[in-house]
């Protein structure tokens, strides 16, 4: 068995993933893939109804295209850029349909239309892209300087007029491109906003963040906070945390404000302490002993965070974050990781949240994020956030 400390599996999990994705990405190029059904991708692109969010409005159809950009970056290789722009151009059913967008067009169109145009100057890309931002900056709530999460769930009573949720930290990227692309600050001031409002209604003394706050839609105030897709109300959903941790280091990367990147190191360091021995993450760190699902995605999207946050530091601070964050991938390598013809996912124990019906199975976004995080420890990743 390797040690961690010797490093080399580093390079030994990017040539498995290089050879996985050879031939995975011309086995699936015509799909925008979620997860597997017998060990083989499913197509989210096949379903266009726009009430039915899972289907090409589902928020994770740009994974499967940041992983081709990822890979076209790290190999040169015009037949990835090809297969991402599949996914790209079968995006522009979202907004043909446009009800079944929310905030999540960042997660949509960064990996995909906004990757292509900084990567190729594809100017239809910018387009998309710009299109995408103008829909996001629209779900700013001024009153409670909060955007929007989802919009009304179908078959729910919940009124979600007023919730914002930590995972927005991802999708406010694409208002920061939009404002260095526009050098028009409306877009970067409403992010940034928002990230603030994030800053002081979400996190909590210890470091740990909340999934869902609701605020009052007409006043602002704060109403009160949810589990979400946590274990429950005051719990600590590790994807939730990854977010917020990743998602600060951004919001630092993209203004420069020195709060972001405080929280940022708050987060991770709650993170880092809350990380069992065996750096298996759990679902929610706050979740009963039994059943003890674990989400390999958390995992994966709080390394590439860790790993983000080390680049910031000097040489005296760095190295406990990339350690952290070599331990967290190197478990995800030696025990979760499938890389034969079996299955067209990597890994293969993610959750979408505690209280679902099925746990520990292969996501997109655990590989794309598992792939971004081997890359940035060579140094080879493409910044796509
Ligand atoms: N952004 C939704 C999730 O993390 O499941």
Redesign the pocket.
Known sequence: MMKEQESLWISQAIIQVMEKMEWVSEKSKNKIPYTTINGVHDDRSQRDDYADDDGINW??NGFWGGMMWQMYHKTGEGRYMEIARISEEKLDQCFEDYYGLHH?VG?MYLPTAVADYRLTGNPDSRKRGLHAANLLAGRFNPAGRFIRAWNDIPGSRDDTRGWA?I?CL?NIPLLYWASEETDDPRFKQIAMLHADTVMRHFIRPDGSVCHIVEFDPFTGERIRDYGG?GYEAGSSWT??QA?GLYGFLMSYRHTGKPEYLDTAKRIAHYFMAAVPDDAIVPVDFRQPEKPAWCDD?AAAIAACGLIEIARQMGEAEKEMYLKAARKLLFALYENHCDFSRKNDCILQKCT??YHNENHEFPII?GDYFFIEALLKLEDQDFFLW
């Open positions: 928020w994770c999540d997660f949720i995972d991802f897709q994807r939730g977010w995605t979408g949240a976004y």
